[in-house]
Structure formats: C-alpha cells, structure tokens
C-alpha cells in the first residue's frame, strides 16, 4: 500500500482509535480524577502531536493544489488533461483573494466605486463574549436575552509545576 493510500485510509483507523478513546475516557471517569486527569494530558498531548502531523499534510495538499499541480498542468500546454484511471479530468481554476489593508481607507475606496453594500458591522464573539461578562460580574447588567446570547461553561486549566 503507498503512503497516499495509508494517509487516505487513516480517517477510517482514526475513527477507531476515537471510539477506544472513548471507551478508556469512561473507563478513566470511573476510577477518580487523578486517572482521568492522567488520561486527559495524554490524550492532549496526543492530539497536539496529531495536528502537528496533519498541518504537516496539508501544507504539502495545500502546495500541491496551489503550485505544483498547476505548473504541472501549464506545461502541457492543454486546457483539461483526464486521467482515465483516476476518472478525474484536471484543470486549472483560477481564484482571487483579497482584504483590506487599511479598513477605513478601503470602506470609502468602497463607497467610491459603487460597492459600498459590501460593508457590514461587526463584532467580534471574543471580544463581546470578554464585554458582556464584564457587564455581568462587575456590573450586574444581564444582556437582553431577545439580543444577546449569553451562556457560561467549564473548561479544564491546566499548568506544569515542579513537585517538591
């Protein structure tokens, strides 16, 4: 089997991996929260070292996509190459990207064009999720419910720290 095909049959056996994991994380509950705080840092650390491995992969996709298969495509000199035992025809799709690099600048050269429509507000969810549990915990002002979705939640914080 090539590397190609293990890296497509991957998401198949991560699949499987994902369900023991989530038989060893009930297994962990039920032992106290030291084994399931020990599972938890393997498994983080664990999942850090997976997306590492797929940033890896789809900087090489994302190369291939954007450089490699294009140039290669171009220099055949053909509008569409097919690849009958792949039973894909390849071609290559011109895209575009833009953003503003001075946001104010760039809404009037908007406005000045005709594309004005275009801008829309904003808010940032971290910064209005920050905002409005200052309003709640310093202030006592609640957010209309009818306007702002507001909820609270748990996570796990987690530091390193030399034992004596």
Partial sequence: ????????????????????LQ????????KGVVPLLAFYVRLKEGYDALDASRKRIYALLDLLNKVMVPEALESTGLDKVHVPELARSFYIL?????SLLDKEAGFDW???VGLGDLITETVNAGTLAAAVKNLVLEHGIDPPEDVVKFSTYNTTGMS????K
């Fill in 1 to 20: 089997m090539s590397k190609t095909e293990r890296v497509a049959n991957a998401a198949t056996y991560l699949d499987k991996v994902a369900d023991e």
């Fill in 23 to 30: 038989k060893e994380a009930d297994w962990a509950k039920t």
């Fill in 110 to 112: 908007l406005r000045e």
């Fill in 160 to 163: 390193s720290y030399t034992p």
């Fill in 94 to 98: 011109p895209r575009y990207s833009a």
